[in-house]
């Protein structure tokens, strides 16, 4: 976790956000790259008619003022960084800069400023980057290195690439837990204890622990167990895009990934 990738987007999360990236810098020696992405893309003007030349000084002097607040913060930071703006939309920028780091950090805001496209973000950047994404929800204060972590484990390809994108995290942690909720597989899948079998071989001892599903669901379990446990965050797998889609959109589901109780270490 040395190369730390840290979205900036003016929402209630970036504070939560800029302070889990420092974290991870100070306990992994990292550099942390702040990323704000500002489109001068419009057109020739909006519903009322306001012309492109007046909107595009508007939307730069917003920006100019995000990154003169946050580099305030950042001015006491003991963790080297630095600001790059690009002039793209968000899922293209990050697409950019995505596969020289390790993990990229984003918010997991779902307050009513937060337009839809930018909610399903988060969905995108796992689904179409190969780089773990760290979704962080707005009561975050703080990242702790050495806290427990879960492993949400349910024996497909993409909990495994979860798993390996979070060793760094997993080698500092207090303890692991390999959790698996019961449920009903369609295939054959890698057990939980093939999965603390790896960890073993990267000398990292992990409890297994088997859970029934809860009536709200395998994801309100997942999150009970998390909780329960104190983890820093919950390592999981995102499935394809029609699984992950039905992830983020139904029920409980929706709920843990738009307003997560802890951070989420997401990979696909």
């Known amino acids: 976790m040395r190369s730390i990738l840290l979205h900036i987007h003016d929402d209630h999360c970036l504070e939560a956000c ?19 992405p500002v489109p001068l893309e419009v057109g020739y003007g909006d519903f009322y008619g306001i012309a492109a030349a007046q909107i595009v000084p508007q939307i730069q002097k917003n920006a100019e003022e995000v990154r003169e607040a946050q580099e305030r913060h950042l001015a006491g930071e003991d963790a080297p960084w630095n600001w790059v703006v690009d002039h793209q939309w968000a899922r293209l920028a990050l697409r950019e800069y995505a596969p020289l780091n390790d993990v990229i950090i984003t918010g997991a805001c779902g307050d009513s400023k937060v337009d839809a ?13 190969r780089t773990p994404v760290l979704l962080v ?6 990242f702790d290195a050495t806290a427990p972590l879960v492993i949400a484990w349910n024996g497909s390809g993409e909990a495994a690439n979860a798993m390996r994108g979070a060793l760094p995290l997993l080698k500092t942690a207090a ?94």
């Not at 496209?117 to 980057?129: D, G, N, Q």
């Not at 009970?224 to 889609?245: F, K, N, P, Q, T």
Request: charged share 20%; aromatic share 6%.
């Open 137 to 142: 929800p707005e009561q975050t204060r703080s």
């Open 18 to 36: 800029r302070q889990v990236a420092f974290d991870l810098a100070r306990a992994f020696t990292g550099h942390v790259t702040c990323l704000q």
């Open 175 to 268: 303890s692991v837990t390999v959790l698996s909720v019961e449920e009903e597989a369609s295939h054959p899948r890698l057990p939980p204890e093939a999965a603390a079998a790896y960890l073993s071989r990267h000398g990292i001892g992990a409890e297994i622990v088997v859970e029934p599903p809860l009536k709200d669901g395998i994801a309100a379990t997942i999150a009970h167990v998390a909780e329960r446990m104190g983890a820093s965050c919950i390592v999981m797998g995102a499935y394809g895009h029609s699984r992950l889609r039905e992830f983020a959109l139904g029920g409980v589901s929706r709920s843990l990934l738009t307003s997560p109780p802890i951070p989420l270490f997401l990979a696909h």
């Open 117 to 129: 496209s930018y909610k399903a973000l988060a969905t995108e950047m796992v689904i179409k980057l």
